[in-house]
């Protein structure tokens, strides 16, 4: 599956199937769920979220996308705007890579604070 990427200043009300809109004003980017729920998935860029790479012609967000307060709860990579779909996380699985990014988000928080 493929997915487009348009550049935006405001990520608009009604978002499109498909497209992935990215406000680097905002430091974000939004899509609807891949698999069609129409969940609406945004992704903030830190170096405790999500991260762009953009090469000119196509995009990738990094790491994956775990949609696990929505109802499907899919799984996916968003690499060279190909989504590549995962595998569904039980929910022991979800409460684990949770404790891990909030352990991650701490550590980076007190790698900041070392730096200033």
Same mark, same amino acid.
């Given at each position: 599956m493929i997915i487009q990427h348009r550049f935006v200043e405001q990520i608009p009300r009604e978002l499109e199937d498909g497209i992935l809109y990215i406000s680097m004003e905002f430091g974000s980017a939004m899509h609807k769920c891949i698999c069609g729920c129409g969940?609406?998935?945004?992704?903030?860029?830190?170096?405790?979220d999500w991260r762009l790479i953009y090469n000119g012609e196509t995009v990738s967000l990094e790491?994956? !996308?775990? +949609?696990?307060s929505s109802e499907c709860k899919s799984h996916y990579? !968003?690499? +060279?705007?190909?989504?590549?779909?995962?595998r569904l996380f039980n929910e022991k699985e979800i409460k684990e890579v949770r404790k891990i990014d909030r352990q991650n988000k701490k550590k980076k928080k007190k790698e900041r604070r070392k730096k200033r």
């Amino acid at each position: 599956m493929i997915i487009q990427h348009r550049f935006v200043e405001q990520i608009p009300r009604e978002l499109e199937d498909g497209i992935l809109y990215i406000s680097m004003e905002f430091g974000s980017a939004m899509h609807k769920c891949i698999c069609g729920c129409g969940y609406v998935v945004v992704t903030p860029f830190s170096p405790t979220d999500w991260r762009l790479i953009y090469n000119g012609e196509t995009v990738s967000l990094e790491p994956s !996308i775990g +949609n696990w307060s929505s109802e499907c709860k899919s799984h996916y990579f !968003i690499t +060279n705007n190909k989504v590549r779909m995962s595998r569904l996380f039980n929910e022991k699985e979800i409460k684990e890579v949770r404790k891990i990014d909030r352990q991650n988000k701490k550590k980076k928080k007190k790698e900041r604070r070392k730096k200033r």
